[in-house]
């Protein structure tokens, strides 16, 4: 399938089907499920990161279990939109898996998503270890929320 943009995604998607978003980081990797009507976004679980074929291998069976017809993934644009070496390692991500599934994959800008979270979690007044353990998978459920926004809008 490839890599597709949100208009693309749009068209390839079944009813009834859900998207992943991944929050790809150094260690980790937070995820996050759509519902079934992709209104809403949820944190769901962090993966500790491997190498790529466990990590891939993983989420393919994620992506069977709950029924998943794309992956959102986070592109960690700097501020000013240039690309750093986190930039290259999301395309690299997005590029090896779409080469192993036929799960479409979409990049998003993801620039502030973590900041967004730590504020918020901040603002709860999450200790340290709960924002350590929270943020990843939440990051991934703001991304993928504003792709799901996004598709909701019929003009992008």
Same mark, same amino acid.
Request: aromatic share 4%; hydrophobic share 45%.
């Given at each position: 399938?490839?890599?597709?943009?949100?208009?693309?995604? @749009?068209?390839?998607?079944?009813?009834?089907? @859900?998207?992943?978003?991944?929050?790809?980081?150094?260690?980790?990797?937070?995820?996050?499920?759509?519902?079934?009507?992709?209104?809403?976004?949820?944190?769901?679980?962090?993966?500790?990161?491997?190498?790529?074929?466990?990590?891939?291998?993983?989420?393919?069976?994620?992506?069977?279990?709950?029924?998943?017809?794309?992956?959102?993934?986070?592109?960690?644009?700097?501020?000013?939109?240039?690309?750093?070496?986190?930039?290259?390692?999301?395309?690299?991500?997005?590029?090896?898996?779409?080469?192993?599934?036929?799960?479409?994959?979409?990049?998003?800008?993801?620039?502030?998503?973590?900041?967004?979270?730590?504020?918020?979690?901040?603002?709860?007044?999450?200790?340290?270890?709960?924002?350590?353990?929270?943020?990843?998978?939440?990051?991934?459920?703001?991304?993928?929320?504003?792709?799901?926004?996004?598709?909701?809008?019929?003009?992008?």
């Amino acid at each position: 399938m490839g890599i597709l943009n949100i208009r693309e995604l @749009r068209g390839q998607l079944v009813p009834g089907q @859900r998207l992943l978003g991944l929050d790809l980081g150094e260690k980790t990797i937070g995820l996050a499920l759509s519902d079934t009507t992709l209104a809403v976004a949820t944190p769901f679980k962090t993966l500790k990161r491997g190498k790529f074929k466990a990590d891939a291998t993983i989420l393919t069976g994620l992506i069977a279990e709950h029924h998943v017809g794309g992956l959102i993934v986070g592109l960690p644009l700097n501020m000013d939109g240039s690309e750093g070496p986190s930039v290259q390692s999301a395309r690299a991500f997005a590029r090896n898996f779409s080469a192993l599934s036929d799960c479409p994959v979409v990049l998003v800008d993801e620039r502030l998503s973590t900041a967004a979270v730590t504020r918020t979690l901040l603002e709860a007044d999450a200790s340290r270890r709960q924002r350590a353990s929270a943020v990843d998978k939440m990051a991934a459920a703001y991304i993928l929320q504003g792709a799901l926004d996004q598709l909701r809008n019929p003009s992008l």
